[in-house]
């Protein structure tokens, strides 16, 4: 006992008579005692009969544990105290025995009669930790003891026993998988358990045990779908991820008949009418025909899954979002996916960890789903204190949102991110620079020039990069940047990065062509430091001679004998063998094969420019949220995401049976009720209500709200719920609510014909009535329909009286946006004739006296097209820009549109049918046009938010009888309206816009176009833009703004008369700016 004071001086005082000395955890404090004696201390107090030594002495040990040290050699000492009476020692003898049976395992046989003792006692955690240990033993000896423990821990009455055996049921099946079959027996018998502490682990089994045994998830489908949100965090990710594959199995997939879906309440309204025209018999041809032309309906149980894990998007858990995001989006429709995009974004905040992996998976979703993730462009937005992995793919998930809409923002960014110190970083801004343009053809000038521009940059990193993206770029257009690639041969003096090098000589063999008298010069500067280049320079420079060895042999045929002659005493093989095949291609010989005639074919073909896409591009056939998906290759264990059926499997084997015993009057009945919300087998004499309008309903639903939400709306889950709620509710009073609401449309139509004799006063109510308007008279055609039909067609068509509440809904949601229409002092009437409407054209509400009618008069563009007489069966429609701001809103394009009806008809109810726009773009419609006579024509006035992008706006012409689809696209000019400013304004704000943000163009200007006059009035006639004064006389300066987001867009042309004119624009808006630099061209040089 020499060594026990120095133990115990830590202590405070020695040990009382007949206890031992002991001390501190010689782990942290015993670093100098000698290894013989090493926890002699722990081991003295593991013999004592005190129950609180013992205590203190497995607390240390499983403290050393728990800190990554070694207790191996105690485990004698320990082992010995399995049998202890003493609960809290034994719980923590199991503990250390769980982290060291597998490496004693002779020792630890010796207890196994103890453990099976502690299978039996009264305490649940004791009967728990005896299992653990025994299925730690990895001893094939004891495997039917094992099994048995297994077995019978299946059946305990403690739920966490149970959850034990099963987390034992793996450790079993890699000790001997030929006890496979009487583990899926246990398997099946925890599956039915109804606890949430049993699920998770059971389903963790099934994976691990037989993840092909789908059919032990049938029965218990619908029950794992209801526990999901109470189960513990690591078992609702197992689940989730199970039943992705099992729900792959067992359903349709949902998108793979969309379109048909989107067609099919057309074809039923076109339906009615021709029915309606027909006669009564062949309105019930029709009604027998309607559930057949159903392309798609959602099963039920398909239903259940996505509604009971979409609260989990709320999880604090980011393993159970990831979880819930990639069910979503392997099994949801398209509508309802976009319900995951502010789960995943709010996870951006958390550790750069979570950050890589759900970054990883934005980037594959991002790509096939773009618009699910536009909204939250900013959040991926990089920070100077993202890590470099961090920023890369925070790149790649700009690269894919980029679109023609929110391109100079992008591009923006990508200028900022370049001046970066990180230079992995700013390599990567540039490949997705070049990415950007060529998914962008618009701005591929734009990239080009910034590009270019970079060539001058101080760090030799950088250039380089840039050198290769231009490269790429270059091989799109060669023809028209021939002063780049002389650019680029100037570089070849200074650039030392190989690559870089290697890409400029590889633009000037190939284009050799464009510079004639710069590639000799460059091969020359080559061949003398040739020995002391990298072997892929060296390549190039060989494949640079021998191309202009073809073009040009009398300037480069020695020239490229003496690099041959060089390379063919390289001491790489790879550049030997290039030489001595190149000789032979190109130098004729004697002994030369036929391929030297095809030489020119073989090293000038045309080659295709290269496709710069997204590493994520086919990563999706890995299920998201895998390591398989992360690392982009099968990780071992990968189970495969099956592929959808082409039928659907029978829905009668998720059904569960109720025990006779259990049933009575009130429970059949209930049951009874309940049976077609879980499947449509068993209406088989004929499909009931609620089996067909339940799924209907909920994804209605659920697709409003998540358009809501993805469109920027906040709309409250709770809301959701209870529409929920009420609509599994009020199935049994559908019929009559549509009736109710026939009714009402019914008298809202009486009523307004009533205002309508008694005069036309209130063009305003009207005005703000006519986005129901158009729902309301369907809804009294179809109660009129209702009528002569038999009660039992009604029935069965609850989607179309429900058309009516859904467009009164979404119209009191929007009451904002409908509110200055109706407000606004001066409110343009119905119908305008043609001489009133030329009188008011000039007219302004503007008080300022600089809007000069000369710069943007509304003649300057003419009439165009909207509708031909001939498809519109005699109503004719054209549209003109009016170049007015709309009294609705100032964001919006003011549209005159002309009506004229040339058939012998009079048209009825002309107004604008429910439009469906892409993101962003809004319409405002004319009030409705009640009557136009035969002959009569009559003007109206819209507004168009094109959200400064040159995309159509497509929507339908609607009359009583007809729809018509149209479509208006605008001319960038009419994106913007004037600004006036000073000389000396327009030059500060020029000196803001400059790199990307300006595009110059060099023109000539014909005869007819060098007056004053004609140059006002041609760029003015182009674009609305407004003049801006200047002091000298060939120079022209215009400036406007874009009507939504308010960017300046400046025009400056230089006509001086010896030389070309130069044409610059400078706008934030580059794809803008582009374009009108274009329009702008061509309409000078016409």
């Not at 009418?273 to 032309?293: C, N, Q, T, V």
């Not at 209130?762 to 308007?773: A, I, L, T, Y």
Request: aromatic share 6%; glycine share 6%.
């Amino acid at each position: 006992m020499s060594a026990a004071p120095a133990y115990s001086e830590d202590k405070g005082g020695s040990a009382g008579p007949g206890e031992p000395e002991y001390g501190h955890d010689p782990a942290s404090g015993g670093i100098f005692s000698s290894d013989y004696k090493r926890h002699d201390d722990l081991k003295e107090m593991l013999d004592t009969n005190k129950d609180s030594l013992k205590l203190e002495a497995m607390k240390r040990i499983v403290a050393m544990i728990a800190r990554g040290k070694n207790a191996s050699d105690l485990f004698p000492a320990v082992v010995k105290n399995v049998a202890c009476k003493n609960i809290e020692v034994k719980k923590l003898v199991y503990v250390y025995l769980v982290r060291y049976a597998e490496e004693q395992q002779d020792l630890a046989l010796l207890s196994i009669s103890t453990f099976q003792r502690g299978l039996k006692d009264p305490n649940q955690l004791i009967r728990a930790s005896a299992l653990r240990v025994l299925s730690s033993i990895r001893v094939p000896i004891i495997v039917p003891i094992m099994m048995l423990a297994i077995k019978e821990a299946a059946s305990d009455m403690s739920p966490y026993v149970r959850k034990t055996a099963a987390h034992a049921i793996p450790k079993l099946y890699s000790l001997d998988p030929d006890q496979k079959d009487q583990l899926i027996e246990v398997i099946e018998k925890l599956l039915a358990d109804k606890t949430t502490l049993v699920a998770g682990s059971v389903v963790m089994a099934f994976e691990e045990v037989c993840p092909e045994r789908i059919d032990l998830i049938h029965k218990n489908y619908r029950k794992l779908c209801n526990l999901l949100i109470d189960v513990e965090e690591w078992g609702q990710v197992v689940i989730i991820s199970m039943l992705t594959r099992y729900a792959r199995t067992q359903f349709l997939s949902p998108t793979q008949n969309e379109s048909l879906l989107e067609e099919n309440p057309e074809k039923a309204f076109y339906g009615s009418e021709e029915d309606e025209a027909k006669g009564p018999g062949s309105e019930e041809a029709a009604a027998s025909a309607l559930p057949a032309r159903k392309p798609y309906v959602m099963d039920p149980d398909h239903r259940l899954l996505l509604r009971n894990t979409k609260p989990l998007l709320q999880s604090r858990s980011a393993a159970v979002v990831m979880a819930v995001a990639q069910l979503y989006f392997h099994l949801a429709p398209k509508a309802e996916v976009g319900v995951i995009a502010k789960a995943l974004v709010r996870l951006l905040r958390s550790h750069s960890e979570v950050q890589y992996v759900v970054l990883q998976n934005v980037a594959t979703m991002s790509i096939k789903r773009r618009g699910m993730f536009e909204p939250y462009l900013k959040s991926f937005y990089i920070r100077s204190t993202d890590p470099t992995q961090i920023k890369v793919l925070k790149l790649e998930v700009l690269t894919n949102l980029a679109n023609e809409t929110n391109i100079p923002t992008v591009l923006r960014e990508f200028q900022t991110y370049i001046r970066s110190m990180d230079k992995d970083f700013v390599a990567a801004t540039i490949q997705a620079i070049g990415r950007c343009a060529t998914s962008i053809g618009r701005v591929r000038d734009t990239c080009l020039n910034g590009l270019v521009q970079l060539l001058s940059n101080r760090d030799e990193l950088v250039v380089a990069e840039s050198v290769v993206v231009i490269k790429k770029l270059l091989q799109m257009q060669p023809a028209q940047h021939g002063e780049i690639i002389k650019h680029l041969a100037k570089l070849t003096d200074n650039i030392q990065v190989p690559m870089a090098r290697a890409s400029i000589l590889w633009l000037i063999g190939e284009y050799c062509e464009h510079v004639p008298k710069i590639a000799p010069d460059v091969l020359r500067k080559m061949a003398k430091s040739f020995t002391a280049e990298e072997d892929i320079v060296k390549l190039q420079v060989i494949n640079l001679a021998a191309k202009l060895y073809l073009t040009n042999s009398k300037q480069t045929k020695l020239l490229t004998q003496y690099v041959l002659s060089l390379a063919k005493y390289d001491q790489n093989y790879d550049i030997r063998d290039r030489a001595r095949f190149t000789r032979q291609l190109i130098v004729p010989s004697e002994q030369g094969g036929a391929l030297s005639r095809h030489a020119k074919k073989l090293f000038l073909a045309p080659k295709p420019a290269p496709v710069l896409e997204s590493s994520f591009k086919d990563r999706d056939h890995f299920q998201l949220g895998s390591l398989s998906h992360l690392l982009n290759a099968k990780a071992t264990g990968y189970q495969e995401l099956p592929d959808w059926p082409e039928e659907a499997p029978d829905p009668s084997v998720r059904n569960v049976e109720v025990p006779e015993w259990t049933k009575c009057s009130n429970r059949e009945k209930r049951k009874e009720k309940e049976k077609p919300f879980y499947s449509d087998s068993e209406g088989e004499s004929g499909p009931t209500e609620s089996a067909d309008s339940d799924p209907e309903s909920e994804s209605e639903s659920d697709s409003k709200s998540s358009s809501e939400s993805g469109s920027g709306e906040s709309s409250s889950e709770s809301e959701e719920e209870d529409q929920e709620e009420d609509e599994e509710k009020g199935r049994s009073s559908e019929s009559e609510q549509s009736e109710e609401e026939g009714e009402k449309s019914k008298t809202k139509k009486r009523k307004k014909a009533q205002t309508k004799g008694q005069g036309e006063g209130s063009s305003s109510e009207e005005g703000s009535g006519s986005s129901s308007g158009s729902s309301e008279s369907e809804g009294s055609s179809e109660t009129e329909e209702e009528q002569a039909e038999p009660a039992s067609w009604r029935k069965k068509t609850p989607p179309s009286s429900r058309s009516a509440p859904a467009a009164q809904e979404v119209s009191l949601l929007d009451l904002e946006d409908f509110a200055p229409p109706s407000v606004q002092p001066v409110s343009p009437p119905a119908a305008v004739s043609t001489s009133l409407a030329a009188d008011l054209e000039g007219l302004t509400l503007t008080d300022s006296p600089l809007v000069p009618s000369l710069l943007s008069p509304a003649s300057s563009v003419g009439r165009q097209e909207l509708l031909h007489r001939v498809a519109g069966e005699g109503l004719a429609v054209d549209y003109a820009f009016s170049r007015q701001p709309f009294p609705g809103d100032p964001h919006m394009v003011s549209l005159l549109i002309h009506f004229s009806n040339s058939s012998e008809t009079p048209v009825k109810g002309l107004h604008v049918g429910t439009p469906k726009l892409p993101a962003g773009i809004s319409i405002q419609e004319f009030p409705e046009i009640e009557s136009l006579a035969p002959g009569e024509s009559a003007t109206a006035v819209m507004g168009i938010n094109f959200c400064d992008s040159t995309q159509a706006a497509n929507f339908q012409l609607c009359t009583q009888t007809r729809q018509f689809y149209v479509s208006i696209q605008p001319p960038v000019g009419e994106l913007m309206a004037p600004v006036f400013m000073s000389e000396n304004e327009f030059k500060k704000e020029q000196g803001k816009l400059t790199g990307m943000n300006e595009i110059t163009e060099k023109l000539t200007l014909p005869d007819a176009c060098r007056s004053d006059h004609a140059v006002v009035q041609k760029v003015t006639a182009t674009a609305n833009l407004g003049r801006v004064p200047c002091g000298t006389s060939d120079e022209y300066r215009f400036a406007g703004r874009t009507l939504t987001s308010g960017s300046l867009v400046l025009l400056t042309l230089v006509a001086r008369p010896p030389g070309p004119a130069q044409l610059t624009v400078n706008s934030e808006k580059m794809v803008i700016g582009t374009m009108l630099v274009k329009d702008v061209v061509q309409a000078l040089t016409q």
